[in-house]
């Protein structure tokens, strides 16, 4: 599942909100697959430096993609931009190579 209907939505605009969290999942993984290891608000700031999107959509496709076995948390934090602290997301896999632009090739 990648959209969590707690407005329920119906319709069209159900099917457009489903659409639009795809896109972000997949855009999300991208990130991760590019950076490798990152918080939810690092990866959201790369994703959307104007802050237009909200972090919370961010977050949503992070713990997606760790039910879809594409990434886990890890023990390691850092200090959020709320005063909390944040883990870090990675991707699952070994590393095998990391190319000149920084895109990691796994097992």
Request: charged share 30%; with cysteine; hydrophobic share 25%.
């Amino acid at each position: 599942m990648n959209y969590y209907n707690t407005n329920n939505e119906t319709g069209e605009r159900l099917k457009k909100s489903e659409s639009k969290a795809e896109k972000q999942k997949q855009a999300i993984l991208k990130i991760f697959q590019r950076w490798g290891k990152l918080t939810a608000s690092e990866a959201w700031k790369i994703y959307d430096p104007q802050g237009k999107e909200l972090l919370t959509s961010v977050r949503r496709a992070c713990t997606t993609l760790c039910y879809d076995d594409k990434l886990e948390i890890t023990k390691d934090r850092k200090m959020g931009l709320y005063g909390s602290p944040e883990h870090y997301y990675k991707l699952i896999g070994e590393v095998t190579k990391t190319d000149k632009n920084g895109q990691i090739t796994f097992l």
